[in-house]
């Protein structure tokens, strides 16, 4: 039996939807949680339940607006440690800043350092998240990390491409988890290779693989401006791939995203719900959402019961 009380589930405004499934999967209510904003901007968390000695979760990804939804996560930690919880897990299914893991030029912030600290600083127990753009980010914190891959749920969508398919990493940094897709579905493996042949001319793309008369399909960990995965779904196309498909585990979206992919060669967008979908990009037909509750909902099962997570993933 766990060491911790009751299983619980809060969550804040980022992402209350991923939070219902979660408790649909594990045949549970969401406890009530007040989390509103005062007429000056700032922030209000009232906890609506008893949680003295309870194990409990919060789901917040930490997407637009991201500083608002950080702030969000942090009271909600704070107000739980100070209602006398006896264990709390963040579950953050996107961890934003991730990108600002290191300093590539003087005079800047390792953001995601700064974010791991404040974490810490609130007393949370675990940390439960999704895809981290760099795996090394788990290294920030002081307490355990556990990094799902979206690839549980995607590879049952994707499968259905199998050996007719060819995986596409958009960059050589993507590479190996392109190789994991390719190996689990049986496909291929191709790499975009960027290259800029003089100072103030354009990057060239080269399609490393073969991907003549299959349905190649674009990896990435994310989808943000979407200009990486465009050109390279034009590139893909025009050295024959018979259909192109763009698959990546959290839709940031940002600025004019959403129409750009709707114009491109792509025919589908393969996205999760770590982050909610924008609505232009639900009411484009394009775009097709993947479930990650039933997937947080078995992590968060193992964690309340003292078992494997890593049971979870067999990569």
Do not use: W
């Not at 949680?33 to 901007?41: E, H, K, L």
């Not at 991201?66 to 107000?79: I, Q, T, W």
């Not at 596409?168 to 993507?174: E, L, M």
């Amino acid at each position: 039996m766990p060491g911790y009380g009751e299983l619980k589930i809060i969550t804040g405004n980022a992402n209350p939807e991923l939070a219902r499934g979660i408790c649909d999967h594990l045949g549970m209510n969401l406890s009530p949680t007040m989390v509103c904003t005062f007429s000056d901007g700032e922030s209000r968390i009232e906890i609506g339940d008893n949680v003295r000695g309870d194990d409990v979760f919060v789901v917040q990804p930490t997407c637009a607006p991201v500083n608002h939804n950080l702030m969000e996560l942090f009271l909600m930690l704070d107000a739980l440690k100070r209602a006398s919880v006896g264990r709390v897990t963040a579950v953050v299914p996107y961890y934003g800043y991730a990108r600002q893991d290191r300093k590539v030029v003087p005079r800047v912030p390792i953001s995601a350092k700064l974010i791991a600290d404040i974490i810490n600083i609130t007393g949370v127990n675990r940390l439960l998240t999704i895809d981290l753009h760099s795996g090394q980010i788990q290294g920030f914190f002081n307490i355990p990390v556990d990094n799902l891959f979206a690839a549980e749920v995607l590879l049952v969508y994707l499968n259905q491409f199998g050996n007719q398919s060819v995986v596409v990493s958009p960059d050589a940094g993507g590479t190996e988890r392109a190789r994991a897709y390719a190996k689990r579905i049986g496909a291929e493996l191709a790499i975009i290779d960027k290259r800029r042949e003089a100072p103030n001319k354009s990057e060239a793309m080269r399609v490393i693989g073969d991907v003549q008369d299959k349905v190649a399909i674009v990896l990435d960990d994310m989808i943000d401006t979407g200009g990486t995965m465009v050109e390279a779904a034009k590139v893909l196309t025009e050295k024959g791939a018979s259909k192109v498909v763009a698959c990546a585990t959290h839709p940031v979206l940002s600025g004019s995203a959403v129409e750009r992919l709707e114009n491109s060669c792509f025919s589908e967008i393969v996205v999760t719900d770590t982050i909610p979908l924008a609505e232009k990009a639900r009411a484009s037909s394009k775009f097709r959402v993947i479930s990650t509750a039933s997937l947080l909902a078995k992590a968060i099962h193992n964690i309340h019961i003292e078992s494997s997570v890593s049971v979870l993933f067999s990569h």
